[in-house]
């Protein structure tokens, strides 16, 4: 199995701000993924994160919006720039090992 | 581009019943799928992989190829079933596309 810490795990935040979420896994990983979890809907994959080189953004999602670090093979940050209400969700940290993907418990942000 | 429906966000029955929660998918390569729960409070879980045909907790799901369905089932629902249900896709890169859940609800 995985051990994935996400910090915070909820933060209420204002409009044009831009909050930086933590992922940290409890052994080295090739891959994290990061996904959205809009109120009622499914999950949503933003981008893969490999140590190394930079993010790779799936359709609808840009590197401007959300910046990716990804300085180790232990450790993640996703951040959400400039945001705005829409971008009122939960924000998951993923790894895959032995062909499962491990979820952290999620951040959920509001944006007033 | 690969899609994965699950047609019912609620389901409810009743303890002992049989439950069965659909999935459909579309995807133009070999698809491995997956069912992923979320138990009240708790972390998105893997519960079962096609490629294990394996049953877990008492579910298990049957890849249809010819219907590009994987349904979930058990023949005796329990309470503490009762959970958020995701159908995943998994394509290139380990990557996964979600279905939009189904909320299961297992009434006394």
């Known amino acids: 199995s995985a051990v994935i810490s996400q910090k915070p795990s909820r933060d209420i935040c204002q409009r044009g701000t831009s909050l930086t979420i933590q992922c940290q896994v409890d052994?080295?990983?090739?891959?994290m993924f990061w996904y959205r979890q809009q109120p009622g809907q499914s999950l949503t994959l933003i981008a893969t994160?490999?140590?190394?080189?930079?993010?790779?953004?799936e359709s609808g999602f840009v590197i401007d919006k959300f910046p990716i670090s990804r300085p180790n093979l232990t450790f993640s940050t996703l951040t959400v720039s400039n945001m705005s209400p829409e971008d009122s969700s939960i924000y998951l940290c993923s790894v895959q090992r032995t062909g499962e993907l491990f979820f952290g418990e999620g951040s959920r942000l509001t944006v007033l | 581009a690969q899609r994965v429906t699950q047609p019912e966000k609620l389901l409810s029955v009743f303890k002992g019943a049989p439950v069965e929660l659909k999935c459909n998918y579309s995807y133009s390569g070999s698809p491995e799928l997956f069912w992923y729960v979320q138990y009240s409070r708790q972390r998105l879980q893997l519960l079962l992989r096609h490629i294990s045909r394996e049953s877990i907790k008492g579910f298990t799901a049957d890849l249809n190829k010819g219907e590009t369905s994987f349904h979930l089932k058990k023949p005796f629902a329990q309470e503490e079933d009762s959970a958020m249900y995701y159908c995943a896709l998994q394509t290139s890169g380990s990557r996964l596309t979600f279905g939009e859940g189904t909320q299961l609800t297992v009434n006394p």
């Open positions: 994160a490999n140590q190394g080189s930079e993010a790779t953004y």
């Open positions: 052994s080295q990983v090739t891959m």
